[in-house]
């Protein structure tokens, strides 16, 4: 009898999640601000780069990509990194950009981001000023 599930177990196949790994276009919308763009570059073992498209003073390229990190687990994707970032029309922030997110399809994500600045605010109660967002990405073929 165990045999016979054991069989009918390994003939059933396995549900497989697609992986990150590859580059990625990644439109984003912080609260209260215009579209950004950031190429996403995801290696093996959970490494990773942003090159920013136009986030640097007067909407340019950002000169050397950014250090970035994803996990996936259970579908979930998280992808996350140290960058700075216009907000609003006055003023630039550094923090950590993370993005939340489950596969559309193969080829194809959709989710929500927070930017955590290195900036103190007492009013928060976790003591960092942060904003929120959505995002959209497609694999570079």
Not at 32 to 61: I, R, W, Y
Not at 65 to 82: V, Y
Not at 131 to 141: E, L
Request: hydrophobic fraction near 35%.
């Amino acid at each position: 009898m165990l045999s016979i599930i054991a069989a009918a177990l390994l003939s059933v196949p396995a549900q497989q999640t697609a992986s990150p790994v590859g580059r990625w276009e990644v439109k984003f919308t912080l609260l209260d601000s215009t579209e950004k763009h950031l190429v996403f570059t995801a290696q093996e073992n959970g490494d990773g780069s942003f090159q920013l498209l136009d986030t640097a003073p007067d909407n340019k390229p950002v000169k050397d990509p950014k250090a970035a990190a994803w996990s996936l687990t259970n579908g979930n994707l998280s992808i996350s990194g140290e960058v700075e970032l216009p907000i609003g029309s006055c003023c630039r922030e550094t923090g950590t950009l993370i993005f939340k997110s489950k596969f559309k399809s193969s080829d194809s994500l959709q989710g929500k981001l927070i930017f955590v600045t290195n900036t103190d605010e007492e009013e928060s109660a976790y003591k960092y000023h942060s904003t929120v967002g959505t995002f959209s990405a497609s694999r570079v073929k």
